[in-house]
């Protein structure tokens, strides 16, 4: 049985940072495509950053330089590191996994994963 349990939301002025952590439980990382989300008040789930079976990564343009996802096989944990904190990245941030990787089009489309947390608050204030 899959679970995701993501933690290490919070509160935090522009220009902090963060670390939320994804603890997955039932999956291997060598097997399935992970990826972070997000979603503020009133607007859709976007997607955040992504990481393959095989370690390549991608991010969103709105994170790129300032937001860095990492693994740690041996604690099964996915991780996404946040700098330079914006008040436009206050949202829930949940983290997904999928069996079926997608292609690279769709690596932020909300339908590609199976598998999701339940969701960690990240509210940056200005």
């Known amino acids: 049985q899959v679970q995701l349990v993501e933690s290490g939301g919070g509160s935090v002025q522009a220009g902090g940072s963060l670390r939320l952590s994804c603890e997955a439980s039932g999956i291997t990382f060598n097997r399935y495509c992970m990826g972070w989300f997000r979603q503020a008040p009133e607007k859709e789930r976007e997607g955040v950053a992504n990481i393959d079976k095989n370690g390549s990564i991608r991010y969103a343009d709105s994170v790129k330089g300032r937001f860095t996802i990492s693994q740690d096989s041996a604690k099964n944990t996915l991780y996404l590191q946040m700098n330079s904190l914006k008040p436009e990245d206050t949202a829930m941030y949940y983290c997904?996994?999928?069996?079926?990787?997608?292609?690279?089009?769709?690596?932020?489309?909300?339908?590609?994963?199976?598998?999701w947390g339940q969701g960690t608050q990240v509210t940056v204030s200005s």
């Open positions: 997904a996994a999928t069996r079926w990787c997608p292609r690279s089009t769709l690596i932020f489309r909300e339908s590609a994963y199976t598998y």
